[in-house]
């Protein structure tokens, strides 16, 4: 799992002023919004007794632990302690860590890791949500594999007609013609020419001619987003799929959906229930895999062409390890804490509160 990198933790509209628990990269996380309508995430572990602060309430735009009462700024010092007398200090080890939030296309995004905001990598740019010809949709799913396998999945455009039949592949034209992958430091992308199958439902009457081939556009984002683009005749459907790693061998995966076909609502539902269809093809597969973590070298899976984009995230992959930025080892990826700058910042406070990996 990747350290110092900016994940989308939930949907926007699932973030009130109600303490919400979050889990990634094997840690619990608690995010609520400011009175402004910004958002705080904090480290969901009261340093005194282990309270989680999800279950606590907001006092202000300070959370306070339902256990002893402590309460925490959105910067994670503690600002009251209850039973202390009047006028007894607050220890400076009295506080959580909190992470650098933003809030950009539907997601509230926290930047776990503690690099200097001017070092740290990009959030992805996804111009159809500011564009109002897309609508959007929302859609997750628990899958009980690693987010390398999950999100390996959906840039492998081969797989498709044999796990999604007719659905998304088409059985009788397996063929992947070769294509170029385009690759920056924090993403790779790919234009592939693939089959469709016959079109079925609703938007089968949105067909005037079937064509041959279609150009599917995989992409991935660092350190867990893969971007599906299918030019139809009709319109563009583009999935945006953040594979959450909850610890190692579960993800939620969370769907960003966009199309600009079908654009009311009354669609939104037909669309949703399609997402779900193509995942719960895909879950068993990917479920079934193994070895369940990805391997660390590449000669340990056999590769052939139409992997490429799976070839070029490993070897980027293997390069962020090799620099650091793997938390625990590739082998054996457990947290023990997930650095934020307020430990950069001040040494001292480098090794405190560390607490063992979700299960």
């Known amino acids: 799992m990747l ?38 995430c904090l480290s969901d572990l009261c340093v005194h007794r282990g309270g989680a602060l999800s279950m606590g309430t907001l006092v202000d735009d300070v959370i306070a632990c339902p256990y002893h009462g402590w309460q925490y700024a959105p910067d994670g010092a503690c600002v009251k302690i209850p039973a202390n007398p009047e006028g007894r200090g607050i220890p400076r080890k009295a506080r959580v860590d909190a992470y650098p939030v933003r809030e950009s296309y539907g997601m509230i995004w926290a930047f776990l890791g503690d690099l200097p905001e001017e070092e740290r990598p990009p959030i992805p740019h996804f111009p159809e949500h500011d564009d109002p010809s897309f609508r959007p949709v929302y859609f997750e799913m628990e899958i009980n594999a690693n987010y390398e396998r999950t999100f390996e999945n959906v840039v492998d455009a081969a797989h498709t007609p044999f796990v999604h039949g007719t659905a ?24 592939i020419l693939l089959s469709p199958p016959p079109a079925k439902g609703r938007w089968k009457r949105l067909y005037k001619d079937k064509p041959e081939q279609v150009v599917v556009t995989n992409a991935w984002y660092l350190p867990n987003i893969v971007k599906l683009h299918v030019r139809l005749p009709f ?3 583009l999935l945006y799929d953040h594979n959450v790693p909850l610890s190692r061998d579960r993800t939620l995966v969370k769907i960003v959906g966009y199309r600009n076909f079908l654009t009311r609502k009354w669609a939104d539902g037909n669309a949703v229930k399609r997402i779900e269809k193509i995942f719960l093809q895909d879950k068993p597969v990917v479920e079934s895999q193994r070895p369940e973590l990805l391997p660390y070298d590449l000669s340990d899976e056999l590769h052939i062409r139409s992997d490429s984009l799976q070839v070029a995230y490993r070897r980027r992959r293997r390069e962020l390890i090799e620099a650091g930025w793997w938390i625990g080892d590739h082998e054996h ?3 023990t804490v997930i650095p934020s700058p307020v430990r950069r910042e001040v040494p001292e406070l480098a090794h405190a509160w560390q607490h063992k990996e979700r299960k």
């Open 168 to 191: 998304f592949g088409n059985p009788d034209k397996p063929e992947v013609p070769d294509f170029e992958v385009r690759q920056g430091k924090w993403h790779a992308e790919a234009d």
């Open 235 to 237: 319109g563009d459907l």
């Open 333 to 335: 990826p457990a947290a």
């Open 3 to 40: 350290k110092d990198f900016w994940y989308a933790l939930d949907f926007s509209h699932a973030v009130t002023r109600k303490p919400r628990k979050v889990t990634c990269l094997g840690q619990d996380f608690v995010l609520y919004r400011k009175r402004d309508g910004s958002v705080a």
